[in-house]
């Protein structure tokens, strides 16, 4: 299924059903300050949300608006994420973090902070990303690629990849209505359409744009409820060394 990205709407369209509820809500948005979170809270302001970015640098935080709170804070705070979600209607989480050998948990300990609040506060939708590297490859396509995924999961970026695997665990027995993003290579290409699909979907990289377009599109669609959603823009293509020094070497 391939969607072209969202262009912001008029804030006071009318939607069918429960849609209007969610388009009037307030979004949290975690890893705001990101390429993809700046991306997405420009995009979840353009279609009428009030919205909530939390980040750990406000002061470096770019966009300005009258339906935003730049909330400075640490995602992996007890505190923090109880106040923020108690103050919220749904939840996309952005965060992310460099490649290390060192130990990783800021996926799983924003995951058990988020689930834990939206549970005492009675919150329902929750939108995380993850990674396409935590696909299990299929026994299709070249074996350079293959052995390229491989390294990067069981190795260069294993400790990242691995406490991500934690949350989406603990995501998925959440009980919440959850939906587990995992997009392939990002960019900072323009957005030119996504495709999604269950589990796997063509293409090795993906436009943050595009991502953030598709990541609000969840807010008004079940499609992908208590389900991993696969993300990718067709066609588009990077160099695999432009890929290595801006992404994975990139902090
Ligand atoms: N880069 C890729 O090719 C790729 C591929 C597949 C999936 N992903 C995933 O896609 C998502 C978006 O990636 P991205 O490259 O656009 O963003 P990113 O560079 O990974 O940045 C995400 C933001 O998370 C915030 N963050 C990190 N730890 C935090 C904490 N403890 N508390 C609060 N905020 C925290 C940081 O903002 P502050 O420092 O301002 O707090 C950071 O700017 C991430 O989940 C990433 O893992 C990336």
Known sequence: MTARSAEPDAADAELPGHRVELRHARLLVLGANGPTGRHLVRQALGRGYRTHALTRHPETFPIH??????????????????????????????????????????YSATAHQLVEAMRRHDKRRLVVVTSASLTPSDQSGRTVGKACRSLMRNYVGKTVYDDMAEMEALVSVSGLDWTIVRPPGLTDEAGAGYAVEE?????????????????????????FLRKVAAVATPGLRVGALHMLRHEVLKR
């Open 65 to 106: 608006h009258d339906r935003l709170d730049v909330i400075a804070g640490d995602a992996t705070d007890e505190s923090t994420i109880d106040a923020v979600v108690a103050d919220s209607d749904a939840v996309v989480c952005t965060i992310g973090t460099s490649f290390t050998r060192h130990p990783v948990r800021v």
């Open 199 to 223: 589990t796997e979907v063509k293409g090795g990289f993906c436009s943050r744009e595009d991502l953030a377009a598709m990541l609000l599109d969840q807010l008004q669609d079940d499609r």
